[in-house]
Structure formats: structure tokens, C-alpha cells
């Protein structure tokens, strides 16, 4: 029925034909029998309506099977490989929450098999809902290119080495930011990591001041490193005060 659809549209309208057939064919795929019924009954309704309309039409029920799709991989969340699929299905129509479900699933499993290419499909994912405004994809990204700047391979000459390293700390820097801007508190946490670990004087301050907002609200770590600066005075002047008053408040969590 879905190609025969397709068919009659075709020889009535060439760009009604388009979206009717396109419409038909999620039946192929659809994951749910009253998604199929709806889309087929949407693909007959287009070869009648004007294109304006079937426009909309087509995108109000994309969106829906888009939710639809998110909503099964969530339902399958306990399982990768089950959820992965819907994930990926909302992905690629844009929906952010999605992309980034599907990044997160890539980078789980880059962790133990094909490391490399799950982690640049992982990336991919991320870009793409960071893209949209996505926090956790902009922290994600964050922490890729801060372990790559951790990780720099010690077989290159110094100089490079250095570069690289250089590099890799100012993109963890640039997507943190962007995170912490919009108030994720880890990202603002790692924000005052990567500037303490690029170790430049003027980086010194900004990483007492992330570390210092990021402890205010509450952040355990972001109170033990604040307390371990004041306490070594390495990046900021020594003060057994401050120290104090920030290892009480770590003691005193629950």
C-alpha cells in the first residue's frame, strides 16, 4: 500500500509526490502500528492538500515519530543495543536530547571495543546537540579534549609536545566555558581544572575564581581543590585560613 501510495502521488505531483512517498516509507521503518496508520493515512491526505499545508503536515508527524523514536530508546535505556537504534533514529531528525543519548552511548562503548571510532561517532553526536545548545554535550566535549591534553604522547619532541598539549587545553577551556556560562556546575568545576592545569599566570586567578563559585554552590571537589591551593599556595597565595574553612566544609557533607 505504502508503494502504490507513493506511485499515485508521484504521477500527480512531483513535490507532493516527495512528501507523500516520504511519508509512506516511515511505515517501512516505523516502530509502532499506530504510527503506521497515522503516516499512511498522511501520505493519502497530501496528494490532496496544498504544499503549504502538507509541509506542516509532514513536519508535525515527523516530529511526532521523532518523540516516539526517543521515547522507545528511553524505554530501553538498561540496554545499549537496544536503545541505541531509536536514539539514532530521533538524532538524525534533530532532536538534541537524542544526540546526545546516542554520543553517550558511542562513548560507552568506545571504552571497550573500537575505541577510536565509537569515540569520533560519540563526537559527532555531541557536536551536533551542542550545536543545539545541549550543556552535557558541551561538558562531554570538554572532557574529550581535556584527556587528550593530558594524554599527549610522550614520544614527541618537547616543543610539539607542548603545542599540542597547548591546544587541547584551550578546547576543553572554550566548551566548558560555554557550559558553565549557562550554570552546569561540573562544567564550571572543570573549567577552574583545565585553567590550573594550563598553569599560566594569568590562568591562575580564573581558576581560583571558577573553583571558588563552583565550591559556593556546593561542589565537594571544587572545595578540596580550593583547600588544597590555599593550603599549598601554589597557584594562589598561601592562606591556612581559607584552607581550613574549605576542608570543614568537605568534612562537614554528609
Do not use: M
Not at 516516539?68 to 524505554?75: C, H, L, M, W
Not at 541505541?84 to 568506545?110: D, M, N, T
Not at 562531554?140 to 610522550?154: D, F, P, V
Request: glycine share 6%; net charge neutral.
Amino acid at each position: 500500500h505504502a508503494v502504490n501510495s507513493y506511485a499515485l502521488l508521484s504521477t500527480r505531483n512531483e513535490r507532493l509526490g516527495y512528501f507523500g512517498g516520504t511519508l509512506a516509507s516511515l511505515i517501512v521503518g516505523g516502530s509502532l502500528a499506530s504510527v503506521s496508520i497515522i503516516t499512511f493515512k498522511a501520505a493519502l491526505i497530501v496528494a490532496v492538500l496544498p504544499s503549504a499545508i502538507a509541509i506542516v503536515a509532514y513536519k508535525i508527524l515527523l516530529s511526532y515519530q521523532t518523540e516516539n523514536d526517543f521515547q522507545q530508546g528511553k524505554k530501553n535505556d538498561h540496554h545499549v543495543g537496544q536503545s541505541l537504534p531509536f536514539f539514532e533514529k530521533a538524532a538524525h531528525r534533530g532532536h538534541k536530547e537524542a544526540q546526545y543519548q546516542a554520543g553517550l552511548r558511542y562513548l560507552w562503548q568506545s571504552w571497550y571495543v573500537q575505541r577510536e571510532q565509537n569515540q569520533s561517532i560519540a563526537n559527532d553526536y555531541f557536536q551536533k546537540a551542542a550545536s543545539q545548545g545541549h550543556l552535557d554535550a558541551l561538558y562531554e566535549l570538554g572532557e574529550y579534549h581535556s584527556k587528550l591534553a593530558q594524554n599527549i604522547s610522550s614520544s614527541s619532541c618537547l616543543e610539539d609536545k607542548s603545542i599540542q598539549k597547548k591546544k587541547e587545553h584551550t578546547e576543553a577551556i572554550r566548551y566548558f566555558k560555554q557550559a558553565a556560562d549557562k550554570g552546569h556546575l561540573e562544567a564550571l568545576y572543570c573549567l577552574g581544572r583545565e585553567y590550573a592545569r594550563r598553569n599560566e599566570d594569568e590562568d591562575k586567578c580564573n581558576a581560583i575564581t571558577c573553583y571558588q563559585q563552583a565550591a559556593d554552590r556546593g561542589h565537594v571537589f571544587a572545595q578540596c581543590f580550593l583547600a588544597k591551593h590555599y593550603d599549598v599556595g601554589d597557584i594562589v597565595e598561601k592562606n591556612t585560613q581559607k584552607a581550613f574553612e574549605n576542608y570543614l566544609k568537605v568534612a562537614d557533607r554528609d
